[in-house]
């Protein structure tokens, strides 16, 4: 299964964006949509797993929740957007971890596209970066990769100017 990771779009999927996540099968967003719009235009285009983030208002919050714990061909998933990374995960991160023990983490929050191996964790960390324009980043990212009997495979980073 080829998944796509975004986050803090901010109100934005466009083109770019779409083109990248086509031959996605599973969209997971972790937060900071900007709109009910642009979650809705998301999730028409391909099945959508996502949290809500710190933008995200009372509609939104109630589409999505602050965590979600969900397993894909045999991997366990935790996402949320205010997570930190590893070694600075922030405390309620830090809870759901030790309780949930996911092979991938997924946060957003920061707009810094990071991909480190916890081993104090024994999981992946995924943050996707900004996929909008909006924030203090550079370059627009988002990431795809394979899920394949367990193992995360083929992972790829897509950037954009702002």
Avoid at 6 to 15: A, L
Avoid at 23 to 34: K, L, M, N, T, Y
Avoid at 38 to 49: N, R, W, Y
Wanted: with cysteine; aromatic share 10%; proline share 6%.
């Amino acid at each position: 299964m080829k998944i796509g990771v975004i986050s803090d779009t901010h109100g934005v999927f466009d083109k770019p964006l779409m083109e990248f996540l086509t031959p996605c099968d599973q969209i997971w967003h972790a937060g900071d949509f900007g709109s009910v719009e642009v979650a809705d235009k998301i999730a028409a285009f391909k099945p959508l797993k996502a949290v809500y983030g710190n933008i995200d208002g009372g509609v939104m919050r109630r589409m999505f929740s602050e965590f979600n714990l969900f397993e894909v061909d045999g991997v366990k998933v935790l996402m949320t957007h205010i997570g930190g990374y590893p070694r600075h995960y922030a405390p309620k991160a830090l809870q759901h971890i030790h309780v949930s023990q996911p092979k991938i983490f997924v946060a957003g929050h920061s707009h810094i596209l990071k991909v480190i191996y916890d081993p104090v964790y024994n999981l992946l960390h995924i943050n996707p970066g900004a996929a909008g324009n909006y924030g203090i980043h550079k370059v627009r990212t988002a990431i795809r990769f394979d899920i394949e009997a367990g193992e995360i495979k083929n992972m790829e980073i897509g950037e954009w100017p702002r």
